[in-house]
């Protein structure tokens, strides 16, 4: 497994957690982990696809994969949200 892939995985899981630690949600924490590996791997595709180089290759990858990993932790919190008024 290419080392790239492995720090992706890690900010898959690894930002919900967090986010969940520092402000108490997303509570379905399994769910913000899949929507955020998802969204990690296929930054991770782009970026390979694309060319996308700075400085130490695969940084801007990496950089891909906290944004995806962080707007797909919100969009499930925004869901609970959601879900809970009704």
Do not use: C, F, K
């Not at 509570?27 to 791997?41: E, I, M």
């Amino acid at each position: 497994m290419p080392p790239a892939v492995i720090a992706v995985v890690l900010i898959g899981i690894g930002v919900p957690a967090a986010m969940r630690a520092i402000l108490g949600w997303p509570r379905g924490l399994p769910g913000a982990w899949v929507a955020s590996l998802v969204a990690v791997l296929v930054a991770q595709a782009l970026g390979e696809l694309g060319g996308v180089r700075s400085g130490v290759a695969g940084d801007a990858q990496v950089a891909l994969a906290l944004v995806g990993a962080a707007l797909a932790s919100g969009g499930v919190a925004i869901a609970e949200t959601r879900r809970r008024r009704r």
